[in-house]
């Protein structure tokens, strides 16, 4: 067994194929608090597993099985060296440095705290790292992907042309502008999409993106010849739509994006170093770049203590149509059960947030009543 040490998730699919080994484990709490810790298995070649061996997996978990033990256990060998190949795997990837970008980068107090900045100073940007000090208990605490505030903070104050913010585990990253306006996975996806489809890189024109994805964001794709496959919500459902179809980009609002000629899986760093690449390359400011989409307001109700296997009764259904009709292609709607809880989400986009509120407000009501 290999010990990597402190490194990214998506530096551990990485090395899970590039090391040929059979199992890559990551231990993360993603973007949660550190007591949120879990575990992440990668498959051999360094992808997620999938639903169905994960489900086989929790299935085995209460059989009887027999511990090695002695040298049956095996043997532990630190590789803390690695780092550096995925590091310099990420810097291949790109096509043009970047030289004279002024970055502040937040990593949340997480696992790209030192290969983070280390690649963007080796592509040649000026680097000022926040929540880069982590002491085992501060991941994500106030910093990264899901507290912006201090990153833009301290674009603003540095007179910085950008800002990322990776989450704990750095399989994801959002951005700020020069002036502190957040640039969500939405805006970088779009962002990279016409930027490869310019190049001709783009497979087959198409981007793949989850229901989540702002209407805004597909508007623009289809305005730029690109066209949007959707999937249910989250990255493995992405990533399997994209290998099963030959796309080679895809991801979620969050800020999971995955470049399928580059990554196995989500790749906060490498999203980070292509986002910021476009920029230099094109010379194009990152607020002006992120204007090839306009996001509809979106509105987002959770609608609790009901039952979420009445999510498509057919009162429920009726309204959901009428709304569609009233919208039109300027808006739309998502009625979402959760996973976990007795709740079920309404989202509705509009031309106009009071248009929105009021098409949520509406459906809700028509959920606590007709879901119980």
């Given at each position: 067994?290999?010990?990597?040490?402190?490194?990214?998730?998506?530096?551990?699919?990485?090395?899970?194929?590039?090391?040929?080994?059979?199992?890559?484990v990551?231990?993360?709490?993603?973007?949660n608090?550190?007591p949120?810790?879990?575990?992440?298995?990668?498959?051999?070649g360094?992808?997620?597993?999938?639903?169905?061996?994960?489900d086989?997996?929790?299935?085995?978990?209460?059989e009887?099985?027999?511990?090695?033990?002695?040298?049956?256990?095996?043997?532990?060998?630190?590789?803390?060296?690695?780092?550096?190949?995925?590091?310099?795997?990420?810097?291949?990837?790109?096509t043009?440095?970047?030289?004279?970008?002024?970055?502040?980068i937040d990593?949340?107090h997480?696992?790209?705290?030192?290969?983070?900045?280390?690649?963007?100073?080796?592509?040649?940007a000026r680097?000022?790292?926040?929540?880069?000090?982590?002491?085992?208990?501060?991941?994500?605490r106030?910093?990264?992907?899901?507290?912006?505030?201090?990153?833009?903070?301290?674009?603003?104050?540095?007179?910085?042309?950008?800002?990322?913010?990776?989450?704990?585990?750095?399989?994801?990253?959002?951005?700020?502008d020069?002036?502190?306006?957040?640039?969500?996975?939405?805006?970088?996806?779009?962002i990279l999409a016409?930027?490869m489809?310019g190049?001709?890189?783009?497979?087959?024109?198409?981007?793949?993106?989850t229901?989540?994805?702002?209407?805004?964001?597909?508007?623009?794709m289809?305005d730029a010849?690109?066209t949007?496959?959707?999937?249910?919500?989250?990255?493995?459902?992405?990533l399997?739509?994209?290998?099963?179809?030959?796309?080679n980009?895809?991801g979620?609002?969050?800020?999971?994006v995955?470049?399928?000629?580059?990554?196995t899986?989500?790749d906060?760093l490498l999203?980070?170093?292509?986002?910021?690449g476009?920029v230099?390359k094109s010379?194009v400011p990152l607020?002006?770049?992120?204007?090839?989409?306009?996001?509809?307001?979106?509105?987002l109700?959770?609608?609790?203590?009901?039952?979420?296997g009445k999510?498509?009764?057919?009162?429920?259904?009726a309204?959901?149509?009428?709304?569609?009709?009233?919208?039109?292609?300027?808006?739309?709607?998502?009625?979402?059960?959760?996973?976990t809880?007795?709740?079920?989400?309404?989202?509705?986009?509009?031309?106009?947030e009071?248009?929105?509120?009021?098409v949520a407000?509406?459906?809700?009501?028509?959920v606590?009543?007709?879901?119980?």
């Amino acid at each position: 067994m290999l010990r990597l040490g402190v490194l990214p998730t998506p530096a551990v699919a990485h090395l899970t194929a590039a090391l040929g080994a059979d199992l890559g484990v990551m231990l993360s709490a993603s973007h949660n608090p550190a007591p949120d810790n879990g575990i992440k298995f990668l498959a051999r070649g360094g992808f997620k597993l999938s639903d169905a061996v994960e489900d086989e997996i929790e299935r085995r978990l209460g059989e009887e099985w027999s511990f090695p033990v002695g040298s049956g256990v095996g043997r532990v060998r630190d590789a803390y060296g690695e780092a550096d190949r995925y590091i310099s795997h990420v810097l291949t990837t790109m096509t043009s440095p970047l030289d004279g970008l002024n970055v502040v980068i937040d990593c949340a107090h997480g696992a790209a705290h030192m290969v983070a900045p280390e690649a963007l100073v080796r592509a040649g940007a000026r680097v000022e790292a926040i929540g880069a000090r982590p002491d085992g208990l501060n991941i994500n605490r106030g910093h990264g992907s899901t507290h912006l505030d201090k990153l833009q903070q301290v674009v603003i104050s540095r007179g910085a042309d950008l800002g990322v913010a990776y989450d704990g585990d750095a399989d994801r990253c959002l951005a700020v502008d020069h002036t502190g306006a957040i640039v969500d996975g939405d805006h970088i996806m779009a962002i990279l999409a016409a930027a490869m489809h310019g190049e001709g890189l783009l497979a087959k024109d198409t981007v793949v993106a989850t229901v989540m994805s702002n209407l805004g964001f597909k508007l623009a794709m289809r305005d730029a010849g690109i066209t949007v496959v959707e999937t249910a919500v989250g990255d493995r459902y992405v990533l399997e739509r994209m290998k099963s179809d030959g796309f080679n980009l895809g991801g979620e609002q969050s800020g999971h994006v995955i470049m399928l000629d580059h990554a196995t899986t989500g790749d906060g760093l490498l999203t980070s170093l292509h986002l910021l690449g476009v920029v230099a390359k094109s010379g194009v400011p990152l607020r002006e770049l992120a204007a090839v989409m306009t996001p509809l307001p979106q509105i987002l109700i959770n609608v609790k203590d009901v039952d979420k296997g009445k999510a498509s009764v057919p009162e429920l259904v009726a309204a959901v149509a009428e709304a569609e009709a009233e919208l039109g292609e300027t808006g739309r709607v998502l009625i979402r059960p959760s996973g976990t809880e007795p709740m079920i989400r309404v989202m509705v986009e509009a031309a106009s947030e009071e248009h929105a509120t009021r098409v949520a407000g509406r459906l809700a009501d028509v959920v606590r009543t007709a879901c119980v």
